[in-house]
């Protein structure tokens, strides 16, 4: 173990090769431009780059009239039905993210009898190998759930007896296992990492067959297993809502891109788990709740809507909260008019706010939403309104329904992992190849020199 001395020595040394790596790393960003580079996979218009297929899902913001794309209301269909029609047609049914995954799996949606078949199916994957949660869950918690999801997936590996096998009966196996037992997984190594890093008392919850994904989440999840019927409800919308955005969202590209390769399932899902933690993508919505408690210190009348103009416009201005000049939940990268999962769920937190007696709260965020709308269309000077994605209201959602903030992104990785395991079935059936990009060099070249002629 190192002396006080020996670690200063290495701190020391550390900075000075910190200073070595950024000065190597650093490009001229106008090369970007000279080179027509898509910087982001993205055109100058914002738009996405195409580099593949998908009959999955589609996300749609525009229509073409008289030869010119018009921005509409935003529309998710999954297997080309449109997703707010298919929570229209669930009429506070349970097992509604299990329908969603059938479709999204096998692209049509179940009768009857195929429903309950493929219920009890996922009931019976809905099981961890003997002692994994003691020998894998359980040791060395992870504060950020996300990277406990990425171990124990990686874990998974070892307990399967054909784990590399890539032809699609396996595939679809291995993906019902995991869809199973990401719930699990999730909530235990909460519980795991609640007792061991800050006492507080385990519970172990096994799930219980008969009840839907969402219903499971809640009576694992809460010291006393108990939930209201319109809490399970909302948190069965919510799985449907995330479980699938297209191909060219970053964790399910991760699974195309990773997939390619022919490596393993437990390996690709792993890759898109890594590519969700991050706060550009399934984090966004932890942004938004952090944003929402600092306005809450700093507007003390949530009625007041010039008080929280006035602090917006601040946030723009870089004067308050992280000062990045960002209002968190509002835009997307392909919707302008509305986000269709978030007009859904929208409805859902306001039916959940008044359950809970939280209607200003709501009204709060109802209020937000229409101010940065104004105050950043005519800040960026745009022609059409920017709209709230579905991460502005899901983190309220998440809170009213007592989800830790820990657990925010691994319910999105719960939810995703049936979109994301169909993509990689796609990519496998259509046998594409490898996908890599190109990257031009704009360093120099240079002379070899001998380590003794180095200054």
């Given amino acids: 173990m190192l002396n006080e001395t020996d670690r200063k020595d290495r701190d020391v040394r550390l900075e000075e090769l910190v200073r070595y790596c950024m000065s190597a790393t650093a490009m001229d960003l106008n090369l970007y431009q000279e080179y027509d580079v898509k910087r982001g996979l993205r055109e100058s218009n914002g738009k996405g780059v195409l580099t593949g297929l998908t009959e999955i899902s589609d996300v749609v913001a525009t229509r073409p009239v008289n030869g010119k794309l018009v921005p509409i209301d935003g529309e998710l269909y999954f297997q080309g039905y449109d997703v707010k029609e298919l929570i229209k047609g669930f009429q506070n049914r349970r097992f509604n993210f299990e329908e969603a995954t059938y479709l999204l799996l096998f692209g049509e949606l179940p009768n009857k009898r195929q429903l309950r078949a493929f219920i009890d199916l996922l009931a019976q994957y809905r099981e961890l190998p003997s002692k994994f949660v003691r020998d894998v869950i359980m040791k060395a918690p992870s504060a950020n759930i996300m990277n406990g999801l990425q171990k124990s997936v990686l874990t998974l590996y070892s307990y399967d007896d054909k784990p590399d096998d890539i032809s699609i009966p396996n595939v679809l196996r291995q993906s019902l296992t995991l869809i199973g037992t990401m719930p699990l997984i999730s909530v235990y190594g909460y519980h795991a990492y609640q007792h061991y890093n800050n006492g507080k008392s385990l519970v172990i919850r096994y799930p219980s067959p008969e009840l839907s994904t969402a219903e499971n989440i809640l009576r694992m999840m809460r010291d006393d297993g108990q939930y209201t019927e319109l809490e399970a409800r909302v948190l069965d919308i919510c799985l449907v809502l995330h479980a699938e955005h ?111 007696g939280l209607q200003e709260e709501f009204h709060l965020y109802e209020t937000v939403e229409k101010k940065a709308s104004e105050l950043l269309t005519a800040h960026k000077n745009l022609s059409k309104p920017i709209c709230c994605n579905v991460d502005f209201y899901s983190g309220f959602v998440y809170s009213m329904l007592g989800i830790p903030t820990q657990l925010f992104t691994p319910i999105f990785a719960i939810s995703r992992i049936s979109g994301w395991c169909a993509h990689r079935i796609e990519e496998l059936v259509n046998e594409g190849k490898i996908i890599r990009p190109a990257y031009k060099y704009v360093g120099h070249h240079k002379e070899y020199r001998r380590l003794e002629e180095r200054e």
């Fill in 246 to 356: 297209g191909g060219g969202n970053n964790s399910t590209f991760t699974t195309h891109v990773v997939s390619s390769t022919g490596t393993d399932t437990y390996s690709a899902v792993a890759a898109s788990l890594g590519s969700l933690k991050g706060p550009r993508h399934g984090g966004a919505n932890l942004k938004v709740e952090n944003m929402f408690s600092d306005i809450k210190a700093h507007v003390s009348n949530w009625s007041d809507e010039g008080a929280i103009t006035d602090y917006l416009q601040k946030m723009i201005n870089r004067e308050v909260f992280d000062r990045s000049g960002l209002i968190y939940g509002m835009g997307h990268a392909v919707y302008t008019m509305s986000d269709p999962r978030a007009v859904v769920l929208k409805e859902y937190a306001r039916s959940l706010s008044e359950e809970k």
